[in-house]
């Protein structure tokens, strides 16, 4: 079957004891060849398929290195990384500086997001998602995307 090439949907999921949450099940084929944890924008955690890592990777890579912004970019992307493998339930673990930098204590929102998934602590996804609900707000927010 032929992965979907927009992961979507939102997911409420507990984490652990071990700091362990679950993945949706229709966002797992897309992180079985391998997937990285990271930290994310908006102060979420990304969780990316290696392909959409190695992208991501290279194109960090091509940012000039004599940029200010590039290499805090960078650094921010590299030194909150790990490598992430599903165990046999499904689940990931989210190292506990992840977890302090993410918010998260004792449930996680897995969100589908284009390429990627992002982890929220729900507090946090409340408050951002309200934002969203404002349609005159969000209409004005995205003017200028082209869509």
Same mark, same amino acid.
């Given at each position: 079957?032929?992965?979907?090439?927009?992961?979507? @949907?939102?997911?409420?999921?507990? &984490? +652990?004891?071990? %700091? =362990? /949450?679950?993945? !949706?099940?229709?966002? *797992?084929?897309?992180?079985?060849?391998?997937?990285?944890?990271?930290?994310?924008?908006?102060?979420?955690?990304?969780?990316?398929?290696?392909?959409?890592?190695?992208?991501?990777?290279?194109?960090?890579?091509?940012?000039?290195?004599?940029?200010?912004?590039?290499?805090?970019?960078?650094?921010?992307?590299?030194? @909150?990384?790990?490598?992430?493998? &599903? +165990?046999?339930? %499904? =689940? /990931?673990?989210? !190292?506990?500086?992840? *977890?302090?930098?993410?918010?998260?204590?004792?449930?996680?929102?897995?969100?589908?997001?284009?390429?990627?998934?992002?982890?929220?602590?729900?507090?946090?996804?409340?408050?951002?998602?309200?934002?969203?609900?404002?349609?005159?707000?969000?209409?004005?927010?995205?003017?200028?995307?082209?869509?």
């Amino acid at each position: 079957m032929a992965q979907a090439s927009f992961l979507t @949907g939102e997911y409420r999921h507990a &984490l +652990d004891d071990r %700091g =362990r /949450v679950a993945i !949706p099940s229709r966002f *797992r084929g897309r992180l079985a060849e391998g997937a990285t944890l990271s930290r994310w924008l908006d102060r979420c955690l990304g969780i990316f398929p290696a392909e959409e890592w190695n992208s991501l990777a290279e194109k960090i890579r091509a940012l000039p290195m004599t940029n200010p912004n590039a290499r805090e970019f960078a650094r921010f992307m590299s030194s @909150g990384a790990v490598d992430a493998e &599903l +165990d046999r339930q %499904g =689940r /990931v673990l989210v !190292p506990q500086g992840l *977890r302090a930098f993410a918010g998260l204590e004792n449930d996680a929102m897995v969100l589908g997001s284009r390429d990627h998934a992002e982890i929220w602590a729900p507090v946090r996804w409340d408050e951002y998602s309200q934002g969203l609900e404002d349609p005159s707000a969000f209409a004005a927010a995205i003017a200028g995307l082209g869509i």
